[in-house]
């Protein structure tokens, strides 16, 4: 008889969607971090430790939160360490030499710090320049101007106690400057996944021209980013010098890098499209736990210390490999079976 194929005859089906999630792996990264470090660390689980490794890591939260709208978007800022610096050095500046109240000088800090991100929003939607190349020079550009602010040598200090509160002091229990992390982070996360703004930044990272086609104002949306990674990273400027207690111009210094490391940890693309909130933070605490518990060892092990780039870099090679694997696996196509009849 003949065999007749009744298969319809449709797009090949695929694999259901299997998402490679680095939030659960860098959760058990986390826990493995904490049990090591606890066993092997001195006085690494301790109060002091903990707050004091908060405080250290705010500035660098705050970067990788400004950084992961910018990367959705399938752009990238390298010069928000560099805007960190330049930013410390207006702060004193506006505080010192102009005279204002820290509050005020706060305030303009974060307008500067917005015009600095239209800055390198401008160049990047009007004159169609690479991010990569726009931001690369802006991070030597705003790091001279606070060099040249400064003279190279010239430091901001004796700033006043109700300043310095926002790095030193406590409110219901925790730092004064995780409270302002944790209201940025819970803004950045109702912006990214609650609204619709959102999720035309993922759209853009996929495909600005199809965004394009599909009426998304692709330039506005692309400018209110570079602004508000501008904003944040001014925040970070002012969180940093009230924890230091002095501004000068190589505040931030390497910043940028980190924080990028922290974003592309937690999982979001470098090409734009995938990324959220919570798995940033996760690489945040993931780096700021292995800096801090590296330095906590033991002398008999204090060549571990020597090995925190190394194993940052492995970390993030890590996550990038197991994102493109479950991007290729959730793309692998399966049969639904042979469909084939006999007669």
């Not at 430790?49 to 250290?56: I, K």
């Not at 399938?74 to 500046?93: F, N």
């Not at 759209?203 to 104002?217: D, K, N, Q, T, V």
């Not at 890590?318 to 694997?325: F, I």
């Amino acid at each position: 008889m003949k065999q007749m194929n009744l298969t319809p005859r449709t797009p090949m089906s695929y694999r259901p969607s299997f998402r490679f999630r680095p939030e659960y792996v860098l959760l058990l990264v986390l826990v493995l971090e904490v049990l090591f470090f606890q066993i092997n660390g001195r006085n690494f689980g301790t109060r002091d430790n903990v707050e004091n490794m908060v405080r250290h890591s705010v500035e660098l939260g705050l970067l990788a939160l400004a950084l992961l709208p910018v990367i959705l978007t399938g752009g990238i800022d390298l010069s928000v360490g560099s805007l960190l610096g330049l930013c410390a050095v207006v702060l004193g500046k506006l505080w010192r030499d102009a005279g204002l109240p820290w509050p005020a000088a706060a305030a303009l800090t974060l307008g500067f710090g917005a015009l600095a991100g239209g800055f390198n929003a401008l160049l990047i939607t009007r004159l169609r320049l690479p991010p990569l190349i726009v931001t690369l020079g802006t991070y030597s550009l705003f790091r001279g101007l606070a060099e040249a602010l400064t003279r190279g040598t010239d430091a901001f200090t004796n700033f006043p106690a109700s300043f310095l509160d926002l790095g030193g002091g406590r409110a219901a229990g925790l730092p004064v400057q995780a409270w302002i992390f944790l209201l940025v982070a819970v803004g950045v996360w109702a912006l990214v996944h609650r609204t619709t703004f959102g999720r035309s930044l993922r759209a853009i990272g996929f495909s600005p021209e199809g965004a394009r086609y599909a009426g998304l104002p692709v330039s506005s949306r692309q400018t209110l980013v570079y602004v508000l990674s501008g904003t944040i990273a001014a925040l970070a400027s002012v969180t940093y010098t009230a924890r230091l207690g002095t501004a000068k111009a190589d505040a931030g210094m390497g910043y940028e890098l980190a924080a990028i490391t922290a974003v592309v940890l937690g999982g979001t693309s470098i090409f734009g499209g995938i990324g959220s909130v919570g798995g940033t933070l996760f690489g945040v605490a993931t780096l700021a736990i292995l800096n801090n518990g590296l330095g906590r060892l033991p002398s008999t092990m204090s060549h571990a210390a020597e090995l925190s780039g190394l194993l940052t870099g492995g970390l993030l090679l890590v996550a990038l490999t197991g994102l493109r694997l479950s991007t290729q696996w959730s793309l692998r196509p399966r049969s639904r079976g042979s469909g084939v009849r006999h007669f």
